[in-house]
């Protein structure tokens, strides 16, 4: 099989070029069968994308059968769906937050009254959480 370089160096510029059937039989199988894409085929033989385009429809097993159908529904469903996810995904987030402003606020009662800093033992920086707990920050 020719490699891209090899097959660079034996095409001449504005020499007319045939490919045979069997070759663009070959080509549109690899792009139906996912073994090669449209750009590769038409970078690897310095063929156009309209060619390609060409190819495809002559020589697809699918040709003038596939009708793509958008429907309106099947776009609402979708569409509500990705709004359901987006709410679970926030209800999450908004649970983690309670969480990380529960222990911060235990971790601030613990220091109060065991007189130890524990963030600052324990811990880089003190966990943003969605606001101030009442505590003055540490601030750097």
Same mark, same amino acid.
């Given at each position: 099989?020719?490699? &891209?370089?090899?097959?660079?160096?034996?095409?001449?510029?504005?020499?007319?070029?045939?490919?045979?059937?069997?070759? $663009?039989?070959?080509? *549109?199988?690899?792009?139906?069968?996912?073994?090669?894409? =449209?750009?590769?085929?038409? $970078?690897?033989?310095? *063929?156009?994308?309209?060619?390609? %385009?060409?190819?495809? %429809?002559?020589?697809?097993?699918?040709?003038?059968?596939?009708? *793509?159908?958008?429907?309106? @529904?099947?776009?609402?469903?979708?569409?509500?769906?990705?709004? @359901? &996810? *987006?709410?679970?995904?926030?209800?999450?987030?908004? @649970?983690?937050?309670?969480?990380?402003?529960?222990?911060?606020?235990?971790?601030?009662?613990?220091?109060?009254? %065991?007189?130890?800093? =524990?963030?600052?033992?324990?811990?880089?920086?003190?966990?943003?959480?969605?606001?101030?707990?009442?505590?003055?920050?540490?601030?750097?």
């Amino acid at each position: 099989m020719a490699t &891209r370089e090899n097959f660079h160096e034996n095409v001449k510029p504005n020499v007319l070029r045939k490919f045979s059937e069997d070759f $663009k039989r070959d080509k *549109v199988g690899e792009i139906q069968a996912g073994i090669t894409r =449209i750009s590769e085929v038409c $970078k690897e033989y310095d *063929v156009s994308h309209t060619a390609i %385009y060409k190819w495809l %429809y002559k020589y697809s097993d699918m040709k003038k059968k596939t009708k *793509v159908v958008v429907e309106q @529904q099947s776009d609402t469903v979708k569409l509500l769906m990705l709004r @359901q &996810r *987006v709410a679970d995904l926030e209800r999450s987030v908004g @649970q983690k937050q309670i969480i990380i402003d529960f222990m911060e606020k235990m971790i601030e009662m613990a220091e109060e009254t %065991y007189q130890v800093d =524990i963030k600052k033992k324990f811990g880089g920086e003190p966990l943003s959480g969605s606001g101030k707990t009442g505590k003055n920050m540490h601030t750097r």
